[in-house]
């Protein structure tokens, strides 16, 4: 298995552009999470789906961020226009919920720079 | 107060050596995950725990409920495991999935 795959692995951006990251779970997992990590923050859920349906987005700090899920190989998450504050890690997670103590599978981040 | 603290927050140590990073919260939850994160940015999944004990290698996870703690050792420390250590608990239920994170513990072994 090829674990979680993420693209791109970098991200460089002048502010007011569109970007878009991509993220392919774990073949057969029904959880998928995107999360974003800074040095204030830390780690922080932004949202995630169960079987393609967004399950709780209240961590999308904005409307410039919006996530899909049209099926169950892919994920976007969408910032437009994007801001330097924006600059972070985001990483995409996938799990496969037989119970509730299922791990997360991380995929290794997208560093998003804007300038 | 955060949900979730951890302590230390920045921890030394000496190759061999027995290491333990607490974590402590504040809210019910349905699991406590152990997370680790290298240098080079990955997220790795140590444990999920929801109750006693969990082995893995010179790895070891506590829990206990009724306390809201854990605790993650290491036995015989070695310079690979410098990394972060992420605590993250999980509410089950309607909640599933959602974690909320710990600060981490950043661990450096010196040889």
């Known amino acids: 298995d090829a674990g979680v795959i993420q693209s791109p692995r970098h991200e460089v951006t002048e502010m007011g552009q569109e970007v878009t990251l991509r993220c392919k779970p774990i073949?057969?997992?029904?959880?998928l999470f995107w999360y974003r990590q800074t040095m204030m923050r830390g780690l922080e859920l932004l949202i995630y789906?169960?079987?393609?349906?967004?399950?709780?987005d209240s961590g999308m700090p904005e409307d410039r961020f919006s996530a899909k899920m049209p099926n169950a190989s892919f994920s976007t998450l969408k910032i437009q226009p994007s801001e330097p504050r924006d600059s972070a890690v985001y990483f995409c997670?996938?799990?496969?919920?037989?119970?509730?103590?299922?791990?997360?599978?991380f995929g290794n981040g997208t560093r998003l720079t804007v300038t | 107060k955060n949900e979730v603290e951890q302590s230390p927050q920045n921890l030394t140590a000496q190759e061999g050596e027995f290491i333990t990073i607490n974590c402590s919260y504040s809210?019910?939850?349905?699991?406590l995950h152990w997370l680790q994160q290298h240098p080079g940015g990955g997220i790795v999944s140590l444990f999920m725990l929801s109750s006693g004990k969990k082995k893995h290698g010179r790895l070891i996870a506590t829990i206990n409920i009724q306390e809201k703690h854990s605790s993650l050792h290491i036995t015989a420390s070695h310079p690979r495991d410098s990394a972060v250590y992420i605590c993250?608990?999980?509410?089950?239920?309607?909640?599933?999935?959602?974690?909320?994170f710990g600060q981490g513990t950043i661990l450096t072994v010196h040889p």
């Open positions: 997670a996938s799990s496969l919920r037989r119970s509730y103590n299922s791990p997360l599978h």
């Open positions: 993250a608990v999980g509410a089950g239920g309607t909640s599933y999935g959602k974690l909320t």
């Open positions: 809210v019910g939850i349905s699991a």
């Open positions: 073949s057969g997992h029904d959880y």
């Open positions: 789906f169960n079987n393609n349906v967004p399950i709780d």
